[in-house]
């Protein structure tokens, strides 16, 4: 995994950390072609949360701890092609293995019992995952803190 993945892991909630390196690990053995996965967004302040809800064009309808990446139970994905260029594209078979390599990540983040975004109704965030159980910001918001400000679980 590249170094910018590691770094995203390493803020999430601690709770999550390692299981989210197997995640990556297991995404990084699934795509043998020109793809390679990438945490592009893990935690996100409250700060810039609020920054990003004011943006224009809109952009969110979350504000400052109204988004599960404000407690580090949500990452967003990009895949790098040979080392450089950034694709949202959600069909490439960038391996050559008959499945879409933004459909194998999707296959197993649900296997490690992570939602995707793709599966929304309404508004789909395709690059979005968060994890069952903790996708619930009012229940997040309404937790203690620990001193590095992550929610006691
Ligand atoms: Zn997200």
């Not at 995994?1 to 590691?6: G, H, K, N, Q």
């Not at 945490?39 to 701890?65: C, M």
């Not at 949202?88 to 939602?115: M, P, R």
């Not at 995952?129 to 996708?135: A, N, P, T, V, W």
């Amino acid at each position: 995994m590249d170094a910018i993945t590691e770094k995203r892991i390493s803020g999430l909630h601690p709770s999550v950390r390692v299981e989210m390196t197997n995640i990556i690990k297991e995404i990084d053995k699934a795509l043998t072609g020109r793809a390679k996965v990438r945490i592009s967004e893990g935690l996100r302040t409250f700060a810039e949360q609020d920054a990003l809800y004011n943006k224009k064009p809109k952009v969110t309808n979350a504000k400052g701890g109204q988004s599960i990446h404000n407690y580090g139970f949500a990452v967003d994905i990009v895949l790098i092609i040979d080392g450089k260029t950034a694709s949202w594209d959600t069909k490439s078979d960038w391996d050559g293995d008959k499945v879409s390599d933004w459909d194998e990540c999707v296959k197993i983040f649900a296997k490690y019992g992570w939602n995707w975004g793709g599966n929304w109704a309404t508004f789909k965030d395709m690059p979005h995952f968060d994890k069952i159980g903790f996708s619930n910001w009012r229940i997040l918001q309404a937790k203690k803190r620990d001193k590095d400000n992550y929610i006691i679980i």
